[in-house]
């Protein structure tokens, strides 16, 4: 079993949709949490980083559910800029560990 | 926010030849660097974290003989491909971690492919 696993997709929503990922790890020593955004053969870039109060930039809104061992991230209005790839990430002591990524295209 | 340059952004070698990859902080002393290895439809898997100074903590399964690290500097680490083979064809990334920040700065990657 991975640990972090998330769904691949990819998620095909029209402009305008509503979507939701989610994510969940197995190391429960797993401290900080992110999502992070990655484009076709390019570096992944920090989208946001996860709390268990939840928190929100924009359009995108982002949970930790700790008991669960469970991370969300939902994005409203989608642009077709938000087409790319979404990565969960854990972070255990000063490593970081990727989830294989959801894909999401969105089309007009 | 703070910047990672990594070089080459692509090369295609000879199988059995060697291939040097750099990763530099450009603003910030990285005293810790790490590489990882994406290979198509995969996730970012942790090869070495590349330490100033001392030497480079392998992940389990990584050939340290293979995957040359040196970080002789705060600013910069390499990773050398010795004796590529086609299978070694991957995308390689450095991230450097800036010191009391919990966001990781990533290079922007090396796509090789050894032919």
């Known amino acids: 079993r991975k640990e972090v696993e998330q769904d691949p997709g990819p998620f095909n929503v029209p402009e305008g949709a509503t979507v939701a990922f989610n994510c969940t790890y197995s190391n429960s020593a797993s401290q900080s949490f992110f999502w992070y955004r990655q484009d076709c053969r390019k570096e992944p870039k920090l989208l946001m980083s996860?709390?268990?109060s939840g928190n929100e930039d924009g359009r995108f809104t982002a949970q930790l559910n700790r008991a669960s061992q469970y991370i969300s991230l939902l994005i409203r209005d989608s642009k077709l800029s938000d087409s790319a790839t979404y990565l969960c990430?854990?972070?255990?002591?000063?490593?970081?560990?990727f989830g294989a990524g959801t894909i999401l295209r969105v089309k007009s | 926010g703070a910047v990672v340059s990594q070089h080459p952004s692509w090369v295609i070698c000879k199988s059995g030849t060697s291939v040097k990859i750099e990763c530099r902080s450009l603003d910030f002393q990285a005293t810790t660097m790490f590489w990882y290895r994406q290979f198509p439809k995969q996730s970012l898997m942790l090869m070495a974290t590349s330490n100033e100074g001392s030497k480079a903590t392998y992940e389990q399964g990584v050939e340290k003989d293979k995957f040359l690290i040196n970080h002789a500097s705060l600013t910069l680490s390499t990773l050398t491909v010795t004796s590529a083979h086609p299978e070694d064809s991957s995308f390689y990334i450095c991230s450097a971690d800036n010191s009391g920040n919990t966001e990781a700065f990533f290079g922007q990657g090396t796509r090789l492919t050894v032919v």
């Open positions: 990430v854990v972070k255990r002591g000063n490593k970081l560990v």
């Open positions: 996860v709390y268990s």
